[in-house]
């Protein structure tokens, strides 16, 4: 996005404060700003009741209409006990509010602790919990929430990085090669799996986006929830060497099956998935990079090591990508 002024330039303290006495919250004046660049997110103290969190989406990245259905998704799920922290219906029964020409929606205050992925119960336990999201997610499609396929997450923002002068000079020509190398071998992955089926995904499913309780896990922020294949939501949650994701693979199945099938063709696209996900993450930071938040928080981006890297991140890719799938156990 590119704006006069970054675009949370006049979300004060004050304002967050205002914007949720607005809504008929009695703030107690304590605020904490949790970790988030894409949107903000504010835990705050509310008078005779337990603290809530304020969720400021970033102005002109949805339309209201996709983030109700983000909001609508995540209340069906909540509704079948399935363990997600829905946005709360607050002045007239409404979830998401404006003030100050800022979108946000309340959520209760939900802890937790990193989900240990080295653990096959644990796997197993969210695997359970990921194949019932999708049985929920495959029951209706997303009308305002875009599809995550080649054309968006890579042909597009490769197009945009290109176009908008920010890799350097020497470095233009290797990466348009590369990428585009890399985009051919997507392509060849869908090929390889056929039409898989579409449903509504999390979409951004890593542990980061997973509480842990002694009652299991719980998931969080929706916010990238898009139109996908199933192994969206599962490839993420693998690391380490190929026989570790084939273990960590199979953990997750085991109980994902209890609720929701799992066509096999969908493992050709994971590092299909996974080389769409780099080329649009290094789109995603030059978009935001009028945002002051985030040349704080990245400051290695847009160097020439940066660009570097990522030419050979995406050599490595073409090259995995036309290794066999992982298969599980």
Known sequence: MTSASPPFSDLSPDCVL????????????RLLALNSYENRVYQVGIEDGPPLVAKFYRPARWTDAAILEEHVFVQELAEREIPVVAPLPLRDSDTLHSFNGYRFAVYPKQGGRAPELDDPATLEWMGRFIGRIHAI???RPFDARPVLDAASFGDEPASWLLANGFLPDDLVQAYRSVVQ???????????RAGDV????LHGDCHCGNVLWTDSGPHFVDFDDSRTGPAIQDLWMLLSGER????R?????????EDFCAFDARELHLIEA???LRL?????????????????????????????????????????????????PA
């Open 279 to 327: 080329i649009h993450y290094s789109a995603w930071l030059a978009r935001r990079w009028d945002d002051p938040a985030f040349p704080a928080a990245f400051p290695w981006f847009n160097t020439q090591r940066y660009w570097q890297d990522r030419i050979l991140e995406l050599r490595e890719q073409i090259a995995l990508m036309d290794e066999p799938p992982l298969w």
């Open 273 to 275: 998935l996974r080389t």
């Open 243 to 246: 026989a570790d994701m084939v």
């Open 197 to 200: 089926a579409l449903l509504r």
């Open 137 to 139: 997610g495959a029951l």
């Open 248 to 256: 960590q693979l199979s953990d997750l199945l085991a109980g994902y």
């Open 18 to 29: 205002d914007a949720l006495d607005s809504v008929g919250l009695v703030c107690d004046g």
């Open 181 to 191: 190398q890399a985009l051919d071998g997507v392509r060849r992955c869908y090929e």
